[in-house]
């Protein structure tokens, strides 16, 4: 099945159960794609957006709409899965579970879960890593939150340009709070040579 959506052409292939109110949880295809790298991208002209998974389905009762079993989006050269992606149509609350993995030419992240409005585009990503592979950058978050249009805070986070699970070094922070090309703030900053903290700065 074809549909559009803006400017861009979407292919759904549901493997079992497509219904006819799946339109509005395209919505949520687009923005948890943008949210996962932090930008805006925009769709355009001829470009396909591929869904696929094992159920795709609406309940009346409680406004939600649900793709389960290994759900899958490919999208500009870009795919995002899950285990489940859920859509209530009323709060505009969407949310991504189990197995959430991102990937594009630049960036591959990984989740345990991944809540957004669609309203107000604002929301959280649980247990994340993520690396940026032209810098070999690696950043990892116990929960990383968009606050606002171009603001973001990190809790836990640790970053390294090493690979492995026990780099040569990393720096830990407790709390980070970016606004985009303004303001980076940081709270109880540790510089670790493999796990041996060498320096401490209470704010950055």
């Known amino acids: 099945m074809s549909l559009r959506y803006g400017n861009a052409d979407i292919r759904i292939n549901d493997k079992r159960n497509f219904r006819s109110h799946a339109l509005p949880f395209l919505r949520l295809i687009f923005l948890l794609i943008t949210y996962c ?63 959430v993995v991102y990937e594009d030419a630049d960036v591959i992240m990984k989740a345990d879960r991944m809540e957004l409005n669609l309203e107000t585009k604002l929301g959280t990503v649980h247990n994340s890593y993520i690396f940026y592979k032209t810098d070999n950058f690696h950043l990892r978050g116990e929960t990383i939150e968009k606050t606002g249009e171009t603001s973001f805070s990190l809790d836990r986070a640790s970053v390294t340009t090493c690979d492995g699970d026990s780099p040569a070094w990393h720096i830990f922070s407790k709390e980070i709070k970016v606004t985009e090309h303004k303001s980076l703030s940081s709270w109880h900053n540790r510089f670790y040579v493999k796990d041996v903290p060498v320096f401490y700065t209470p704010y950055f």
């Open 37 to 99: 790298l932090l930008l805006s991208p925009a769709a355009s002209a001829g470009e396909q957006a591929e869904i696929t998974a094992e159920q795709i389905e609406y309940f009346s009762q409680t406004n939600l709409y649900s793709a389960k079993g290994s759900v899958s989006i490919v999208f500009k050269g870009s795919r995002l899965n899950a285990d489940e992606m859920l859509l209530n149509k009323v709060t505009s609350d969407a949310v991504a579970t189990g197995n």
